[in-house]
């Protein structure tokens, strides 16, 4: 007995039908995948705390560092000595900006506490705020401790 074939030679709706599965595939995980996604960025008002931290708005950044002839002293990008560092934080502090303006004391780990102490000294004389941030030499973790006058 001779088994015949039914089918025609080429049954091009056979071959297309995987790539139907396919596309109804794509269509359902597209149709789903948001809702399989988690929510997230839900906005939460804190109520006010004094022991929050502010946002600087008027900052600057003095920057204590070692060089080979002594302590580096960096307003920002530019390079001072103390008495100098002094001329420009009155410059800057003039009409009443003082109050207003929070300067970031950043200290490198070689840098003398002396001299971290003095231009803190400095920088609240002039009617600065102060925010002290350092690396912490045990963790390297960095700290920030505020400081008003």
Do not use: C
Not at 86 to 103: C, E, K, P, Q
Not at 139 to 148: C, I, K, R
Request: aromatic share 4%.
């Amino acid at each position: 007995m001779k088994l015949e074939m039914t089918l025609p030679e080429r049954p091009g709706l056979l071959h297309a039908l995987p790539v139907v599965n396919l596309l109804a595939l794509l269509w359902l995980i597209s149709l789903l995948g948001p809702a399989m996604v988690q929510s997230s960025g839900v906005t939460v008002e804190l109520p006010p705390s004094r022991f929050q931290l502010e946002r600087y708005r008027n900052h600057l950044v003095i920057t204590i560092g070692v060089a080979d002839d002594g302590p580096a002293v960096y307003l920002g990008r530019d390079r001072l000595d103390l008495k100098s560092l002094s001329a420009r934080l009155d410059a800057i502090g003039g009409d009443d900006g003082a109050s207003r303006t929070l300067i970031l004391l950043q200290s490198d780990s070689g840098a003398s506490v002396g001299v971290e102490r003095e231009v803190a000294e400095l920088i609240l004389e002039k009617g600065f705020r102060l925010a002290v941030a350092g690396a912490n030499r045990v963790s390297g973790a960095s700290t920030l401790h505020p400081s008003t006058r």
